[in-house]
């Protein structure tokens, strides 16, 4: 059972990578506009007309 | 003449250099909008930056100072077809963004502890063959997760309860503060001292649990709270202030006492003032309810929201809040204020028979078994899982859980919530008590003989109507089904507008000026007459019902409400609406204190009076009522003190506000009451010592559950779709 010594920590620590992630989206208002963002990416003004 | 608009009051300038201004946007419906919108306004010189939030139709635009005129962004806006109304983002929106981040932030930290924990937990659960070593690591690493977790993520419960403890008062984050500190305490003690059981799981989830309610809560009131200040935007006028003798069209909230503003007829007045030029005729139904317009010349004092009818009027601005009626009004709003008893929310009232009940059964729990024989330290453990056990988790989430559905039913419904405990009393209303002008009826006068007018001949009125600023014939131009105005139409000044149509002469206006012999005269109406050629019409105008008032008013008899009518109109204009109505009790010709000593005196034989009014007449009943509705048309000071605001020209909002209210009444009581089966339940279990860590957690899980699944079925689709 000496592996737990070093998973448990390693789990908790992936964890908290994605809550950093999540609190930097936060922090850089990526959920100011939830609406928006589901339709700014149907969007095609990245393309070139023709 | 051609005035400039002068946004520089909306305009905030930057530290680096750019200029920043906020637009509230009409007219945004789907994806393309947003580029469409983004791409224009990019184009513009200068421009650094635009962004459209499509969550809350606002354009932020920035761009280098001095490189263009904000009114160029509203032109350009208009060009492509959307309307842009400029406004200061409020203080109190600034501070509830920043309190949802914060909200935000607590619930991603409680929910990553509660994650992990639960996968410790559950091992510990499910390992019956654990050695003690293993046990305690994974104790250990749950505390290490948890203790931080809950110092950061618990803030909101903490303070709070800190500062209704400091205010000797209790409220429900009370005994959460109490039960979640003494669970992690308890928790560590054992830890350290090798037992077999820690409750790091059930604090934590608790915590998660709860702050997903405030969160939701908060985001609702936000949505509504933007929704409101876009309204709020919509309807902000501009007003015509004499710099010099050249005129600039400026934003009404950029106006100072002394401003001298020029009012031509057909608009309305944008500010309180004195008259200080000119003489016209003004309908002060807004302020009075009086639906006769009152003459008046230099040095009468007049109120915004007025209508000019006739001559155009120069205006002294005063300061806000002079001039007698204002003055009236504001003495008989403190007085109302002051007199209002705050009715005890179902909330605080659970609250304060809930915390010390719990609390007094786990001391008794803990003398009990000490009277027993049990050990000081098995007696503590079992009084700390019942105040696990007994989480007020159901009961905190019982009630904000059907707001929010509430307030979401309600705002599809057009009904915008000002105060947060305004579902609860308007549940409670057992008496309505209605104004006329404005609230009853439409706030704009219509056509109302046109059925007794020949429908073409009225298409053709109406579309001569657009060509002039009259109030009848702003009026009459309502019935136009084609907005286009006819080409070559004059406006003769005092008289009416000519055009002609086909070859024949079209006139609009008064009598004598369409050749029209005195015709027979509708009481309470205004006549307009038109003349096609020998063709010819009289067009009454007048106030109008709203068109669903006689359904509404039937609908809401039926739910067993009293009906009243008091209006500030006198009694000859009040009595027909109210017989149109059904209204047996309906009184005209009452001043505001009036109206107030007639709901005191209903307040005094016990009823619970909803007041729905629009008038600045109306602002002290509106307050002295127990709850109050009013329509999007009132006055500001008006909406202000109303709890709710509902939006377009139907009565429906307040049948359904009625209807969703009392539903979400019935559900919050259905919760309070769950949460007390459940705690029937749960509390002799945790008494007798016989709750696990396991049967807590899946206790406060199934509770959460059923009290946010029962809160769901407040969603009430309203009267009509």
């Given at each position: 059972m000496n592996v737990l010594v070093y998973l448990v920590p390693l789990a908790v620590g992936l964890g908290l990578i994605g809550l950093i992630a999540f609190l930097w989206a936060l922090r850089s208002g990526q959920y100011s506009d939830v609406d928006g963002a589901a339709l700014r990416v149907?969007?095609?003004?990245?393309i070139e007309q023709r | 003449m051609s005035e400039v608009l002068d946004l520089s009051h909306y305009a905030k300038p930057a530290a680096d250099g750019t200029c920043g201004l906020d637009l509230a946007v009409e007219g945004v419906h789907c994806g393309a909008c947003i580029n469409r919108i983004e791409g224009a306004v990019k184009k513009?010189?200068?421009?650094?930056d635009a962004r459209l939030n499509f969550t809350n139709r606002r354009l932020h635009v920035a761009w280098a100072?001095?490189?263009?005129?904000?009114g160029q962004i509203l032109a350009t806006l208009e060009g492509i077809g959307y309307r842009g109304h400029p406004f200061v983002p409020l203080r109190a929106e600034q501070e509830e963004a920043a309190e949802a981040r914060r909200l935000t932030r607590y619930l991603a930290v409680a929910g990553f502890a509660a994650m992990n924990i639960m996968l410790l937990s559950v091992s510990l659960w499910s390992g019956?063959?654990?050695t003690p070593e293993t046990r305690d690591f994974f104790h250990w690493a749950s505390a290490l997760i948890a203790l931080p977790a809950a110092a950061y993520a618990g803030q909101p419960f903490f303070k709070s309860a800190w500062r209704a403890l400091k205010a000797r008062s209790l409220n429900m984050d009370v005994p959460i503060t109490v039960g979640v500190t003494l669970a992690l305490t308890m928790s560590l003690v054992e830890t350290a001292n090798h037992a077999?059981?820690?409750y790091f799981d059930s604090a934590i989830m608790l915590l998660f649990f709860l702050l997903v309610g405030r969160t939701l809560e908060h985001a609702m009131r936000r949505k509504t709270r933007a929704m409101a200040g876009n309204l709020a935007a919509l309807k902000a006028d501009t007003a015509h202030r004499f710099l010099g003798d050249e005129l600039v069209s400026v934003p009404v909230t950029a106006l100072q006492a002394g401003d001298r503003l020029l009012v031509k007829p057909?608009?309305?007045?944008p500010a309180d003032g004195v008259v200080a030029g000119g003489s016209s005729e003004i309908d002060e139904s807004v302020i009075t309810g009086e639906t006769a317009p009152r003459a008046i010349a230099s040095g009468a004092q007049v109120y915004a929201g007025s209508m000019n009818y006739s001559g155009a009027l120069t205006l002294r601005v005063t300061a806000a809040g002079e001039g007698a009626l204002i003055d009236e009004i504001e003495r008989l709003l403190e007085k109302a204020a002051s007199a209002k008893a705050r009715a005890l929310r179902l909330a605080d009232r659970a609250s304060r028979i809930y915390a010390p009940v719990v609390h007094l059964t786990a001391a008794l729990t803990a003398a009990g078994w000490l009277l027993a024989g049990a050990s000081l330290h098995d007696a503590i453990v079992t009084a700390i899982a019942v105040l696990i056990i007994t989480c007020p988790c159901a009961l905190a989430l019982a009630i904000p859980a059907v707001q929010v559905v509430a307030s979401g039913a309600l705002f599809r419904a057009g009904v915008i919530l000002n105060a947060g405990d305004a579902v609860e009393r308007l549940a409670e209303a057992d008496t309505v008590v209605f104004d006329k002008?404005?609230?009853?009826?439409?706030p704009e006068p219509r056509v109302v003989n046109a059925a007794a007018v020949d429908p073409d001949l009225l298409q053709m009125a109406a579309r001569l109507a657009l060509?002039?600023?009259?109030p009848l014939a702003v009026a009459l131009s309502r019935?136009?089904?084609?907005r286009k105005p006819f080409e070559g139409a004059v406006e003769e000044p005092g008289q009416g507008v000519r055009a002609v149509i086909a070859g024949v002469e079209a006139r609009l206006g008064s009598a004598q000026f369409c050749g029209l012999?005195?015709?027979?005269h509708t009481p309470g109406a205004s006549l307009i007459a038109f003349s096609y050629g020998a063709q010819s019409a009289a067009i009454a105008i007048a106030q109008k019902l709203r068109p669903d008032a006689v359904e509404v008013i039937e609908a809401l008899r039926a739910l067993g409400l009293d009906l009243r009518l008091l209006s500030g109109d006198r009694a000859e204009a009040v009595t027909p609406v109210a017989d149109a109505l059904g209204i047996a009790q309906a009184q005209g010709g009452l001043k505001p204190a009036d109206k107030i000593a007639i709901i005191e005196a209903l307040k005094a034989q016990g009823r619970r009076v909803l007041m729905v009014g629009d008038g600045l007449n109306d602002a002290p009943s509106l307050a002295a009522a127990h709850v109050s509705l009013s329509p999007i048309s009132a006055t500001d000071l008006t909406q202000a003190q109303a709890d709710a605001v509902f939006l377009g020209e139907r009565l429906g909002p307040v049948y359904d506000a009625v209807r969703i209210a009392r539903r979400a009444r019935r559900l919050m009581k259905q919760n309070l009451w769950f949460a007390a089966l459940y705690n029937a339940v749960a509390v002799p279990v945790a008494i007798a010592g016989l709750v696990t860590p396991l049967i807590a957690a899946l206790a406060m899980s199934a509770s959460s559950i059923t009290v946010t699944l029962n809160a769901l079925r407040a969603r009430y689709q309203g009267m009509r779709s």
């Amino acid at each position: 059972m000496n592996v737990l010594v070093y998973l448990v920590p390693l789990a908790v620590g992936l964890g908290l990578i994605g809550l950093i992630a999540f609190l930097w989206a936060l922090r850089s208002g990526q959920y100011s506009d939830v609406d928006g963002a589901a339709l700014r990416v149907l969007s095609d003004d990245d393309i070139e007309q023709r | 003449m051609s005035e400039v608009l002068d946004l520089s009051h909306y305009a905030k300038p930057a530290a680096d250099g750019t200029c920043g201004l906020d637009l509230a946007v009409e007219g945004v419906h789907c994806g393309a909008c947003i580029n469409r919108i983004e791409g224009a306004v990019k184009k513009l010189p200068g421009v650094t930056d635009a962004r459209l939030n499509f969550t809350n139709r606002r354009l932020h635009v920035a761009w280098a100072n001095g490189a263009l005129k904000p009114g160029q962004i509203l032109a350009t806006l208009e060009g492509i077809g959307y309307r842009g109304h400029p406004f200061v983002p409020l203080r109190a929106e600034q501070e509830e963004a920043a309190e949802a981040r914060r909200l935000t932030r607590y619930l991603a930290v409680a929910g990553f502890a509660a994650m992990n924990i639960m996968l410790l937990s559950v091992s510990l659960w499910s390992g019956t063959d654990m050695t003690p070593e293993t046990r305690d690591f994974f104790h250990w690493a749950s505390a290490l997760i948890a203790l931080p977790a809950a110092a950061y993520a618990g803030q909101p419960f903490f303070k709070s309860a800190w500062r209704a403890l400091k205010a000797r008062s209790l409220n429900m984050d009370v005994p959460i503060t109490v039960g979640v500190t003494l669970a992690l305490t308890m928790s560590l003690v054992e830890t350290a001292n090798h037992a077999a059981s820690a409750y790091f799981d059930s604090a934590i989830m608790l915590l998660f649990f709860l702050l997903v309610g405030r969160t939701l809560e908060h985001a609702m009131r936000r949505k509504t709270r933007a929704m409101a200040g876009n309204l709020a935007a919509l309807k902000a006028d501009t007003a015509h202030r004499f710099l010099g003798d050249e005129l600039v069209s400026v934003p009404v909230t950029a106006l100072q006492a002394g401003d001298r503003l020029l009012v031509k007829p057909g608009e309305r007045i944008p500010a309180d003032g004195v008259v200080a030029g000119g003489s016209s005729e003004i309908d002060e139904s807004v302020i009075t309810g009086e639906t006769a317009p009152r003459a008046i010349a230099s040095g009468a004092q007049v109120y915004a929201g007025s209508m000019n009818y006739s001559g155009a009027l120069t205006l002294r601005v005063t300061a806000a809040g002079e001039g007698a009626l204002i003055d009236e009004i504001e003495r008989l709003l403190e007085k109302a204020a002051s007199a209002k008893a705050r009715a005890l929310r179902l909330a605080d009232r659970a609250s304060r028979i809930y915390a010390p009940v719990v609390h007094l059964t786990a001391a008794l729990t803990a003398a009990g078994w000490l009277l027993a024989g049990a050990s000081l330290h098995d007696a503590i453990v079992t009084a700390i899982a019942v105040l696990i056990i007994t989480c007020p988790c159901a009961l905190a989430l019982a009630i904000p859980a059907v707001q929010v559905v509430a307030s979401g039913a309600l705002f599809r419904a057009g009904v915008i919530l000002n105060a947060g405990d305004a579902v609860e009393r308007l549940a409670e209303a057992d008496t309505v008590v209605f104004d006329k002008t404005g609230t009853l009826t439409l706030p704009e006068p219509r056509v109302v003989n046109a059925a007794a007018v020949d429908p073409d001949l009225l298409q053709m009125a109406a579309r001569l109507a657009l060509s002039s600023r009259h109030p009848l014939a702003v009026a009459l131009s309502r019935e136009a089904v084609s907005r286009k105005p006819f080409e070559g139409a004059v406006e003769e000044p005092g008289q009416g507008v000519r055009a002609v149509i086909a070859g024949v002469e079209a006139r609009l206006g008064s009598a004598q000026f369409c050749g029209l012999g005195n015709a027979a005269h509708t009481p309470g109406a205004s006549l307009i007459a038109f003349s096609y050629g020998a063709q010819s019409a009289a067009i009454a105008i007048a106030q109008k019902l709203r068109p669903d008032a006689v359904e509404v008013i039937e609908a809401l008899r039926a739910l067993g409400l009293d009906l009243r009518l008091l209006s500030g109109d006198r009694a000859e204009a009040v009595t027909p609406v109210a017989d149109a109505l059904g209204i047996a009790q309906a009184q005209g010709g009452l001043k505001p204190a009036d109206k107030i000593a007639i709901i005191e005196a209903l307040k005094a034989q016990g009823r619970r009076v909803l007041m729905v009014g629009d008038g600045l007449n109306d602002a002290p009943s509106l307050a002295a009522a127990h709850v109050s509705l009013s329509p999007i048309s009132a006055t500001d000071l008006t909406q202000a003190q109303a709890d709710a605001v509902f939006l377009g020209e139907r009565l429906g909002p307040v049948y359904d506000a009625v209807r969703i209210a009392r539903r979400a009444r019935r559900l919050m009581k259905q919760n309070l009451w769950f949460a007390a089966l459940y705690n029937a339940v749960a509390v002799p279990v945790a008494i007798a010592g016989l709750v696990t860590p396991l049967i807590a957690a899946l206790a406060m899980s199934a509770s959460s559950i059923t009290v946010t699944l029962n809160a769901l079925r407040a969603r009430y689709q309203g009267m009509r779709s």
